[in-house]
C-alpha cells in the first residue's frame, strides 16, 4: 500500500513527463550537437533518464587497416573521450538542469557552460575493433571542485566483452570567482 | 635490410581510410622513428568558442604516428596499439598544423615501445605527448 493523503491546495504537481524528456534531450542535443569533431566521428548519444550510452555507428572512414578490416585505434581513444567528457559534462549540469537554472531553450554552441577539460587519458586495447556499430560508457569515479577520473568501456556486439577500456584525469572548469584555472 | 623510404611510409598512411579522413601528412620517416602532421580542419574542432581541435582528434594522430614509427623498422611487416596514454599540456592553437614525432625507445621480440610528442607551429611547449607499447609482427614469422 503506498497510498497517500491527496494533495492538498498549494501543492505543486509533478511536471509532465514530456517536459522532463523535453529538457533533458535539449540539453543533450546541445552539449554533444556542438562539437564538430563528435560529429565528424558521427557519434550519437541515448539517453535512459540520466544514464547515456555513446553509439559509434560503423562508417568506412572509421577503418584503420581495411584488410582485417579494424576500427582505427586513434578513433577508439576519441571515441571512449568523447564518451568521459559527456558523462562529466553531463553529471556537472544536471542539478542545474533538473532545477530549472539552465534555460535549455538558450544553450547553443556559443551559449554552453564552461566543460571539462583532458589533462590525461589513457586508452587499453583488448581486442581488435570490428566494422560493426561500437557502444560505450563512462563512469565517474571521483570528483571534485578541481580535478575528475572518469573510466570508460567500449564494447560491440557482447556487453560482456569489451574490445577497449579507458581511464582519464580532467579539470573541472573553474566557476565565477574561483580564482581561475587553465589547462 | 633497407630503411623505410618516404614515399613508403604514405603509402602505409595513404592504406589507412581515417588518416585519410583526417588528411594526415607524412614529414619524416627513419628506422623506428616517424613524423606526422594533421592540419587544422573545422571538422575536428572540439571546442566551437575557441577553434581548438579536440583532444580526441590528438589522440589518433599520435596512435598513428606510434604505429607508423614501428612499422618503420626494417622488421616490422605488421602492428596494433596495446595501450596508449597522452598527456595533454595545453591547447593547440587554431588554425595551426600539429606536428607529432613518434620514437620507438625500445624493442623487444614482440612489443615496441614507443614515446611521441606534438607541437603546433611553436615547436618549443609540446601541446601533448604520449607513451604506449605496441605489437610487432615481424617480417617471416607466423
Not at chain 1, 12 to 25: F, G, H, L, N, S
Not at chain 1, 32 to 48: E, N, T
Not at chain 2, 14 to 27: S, T
Not at chain 2, 103 to 118: E, K, L, P
Amino acid at each position: 500500500m503506498t497510498g497517500r493523503n491527496p494533495p492538498g491546495p498549494g501543492r505543486v504537481p509533478p511536471e509532465p513527463v514530456q517536459a522532463v524528456k523535453q529538457r533533458r534531450d535539449a540539453v543533450l542535443a546541445a552539449l554533444v550537437g556542438g562539437v564538430p569533431y563528435i560529429r565528424f566521428l558521427g557519434i550519437v548519444f541515448d539517453r535512459r533518464g540520466d544514464e547515456l550510452t555513446a553509439v559509434l555507428p560503423y562508417s568506412d572512414h572509421l577503418l584503420g587497416n581495411p584488410d582485417l578490416p579494424a576500427l582505427h585505434g586513434g578513433v577508439t581513444a576519441a571515441f571512449l573521450e568523447v564518451t568521459a567528457i559527456i558523462e562529466l559534462s553531463w553529471a556537472l549540469l544536471w542539478d542545474e538542469m533538473e532545477s530549472g537554472r539552465l534555460d535549455a531553450a538558450r544553450l547553443d554552441p556559443e551559449n554552453l557552460p564552461r566543460l571539462p577539460k583532458t589533462i590525461d587519458f589513457s586508452v587499453d586495447y583488448l581486442r581488435s575493433g570490428l566494422p560493426r556499430d561500437a557502444y560505450a560508457r563512462a563512469r565517474i569515479t571521483r570528483t571534485g571542485r578541481r580535478y575528475a577520473s572518469v573510466r570508460a568501456e567500449a564494447w560491440q556486439d557482447n556487453r560482456r566483452r569489451p574490445f577497449a577500456q579507458a581511464s582519464g584525469h580532467f579539470l573541472m572548469p573553474s566557476r565565477e570567482g574561483d580564482g581561475g584555472t587553465t589547462a | 635490410m633497407p630503411e623505410m623510404d618516404r614515399s613508403t611510409a604514405e603509402g602505409f598512411i595513404a592504406a589507412l581510410p581515417h588518416a585519410r579522413a583526417l588528411g594526415l601528412r607524412v614529414e619524416a620517416i627513419g628506422q623506428g622513428r616517424a613524423t606526422l602532421s594533421m592540419g587544422w580542419d573545422a571538422r575536428l574542432v572540439g571546442d566551437p568558442r575557441t577553434g581548438v581541435i579536440h583532444g580526441g582528434a590528438v589522440s589518433a594522430l599520435m596512435d598513428t604516428c606510434g604505429g607508423t614509427a614501428v612499422y618503420s623498422l626494417p622488421e616490422a611487416e605488421g602492428t596494433a596499439t596495446i595501450d596508449l596514454r597522452i598527456d595533454y599540456m595545453r591547447p593547440a592553437t587554431p588554425g595551426q598544423r600539429i606536428t607529432a614525432t613518434a620514437d620507438c625507445y625500445h624493442i623487444t621480440r614482440a612489443v615496441v615501445f614507443v614515446r611521441a610528442v606534438a607541437t603546433d607551429e611553436d615547436s618549443s611547449r609540446p601541446v601533448a605527448t604520449a607513451t604506449g607499447a605496441f605489437t610487432i609482427d615481424r617480417k617471416g614469422e607466423p
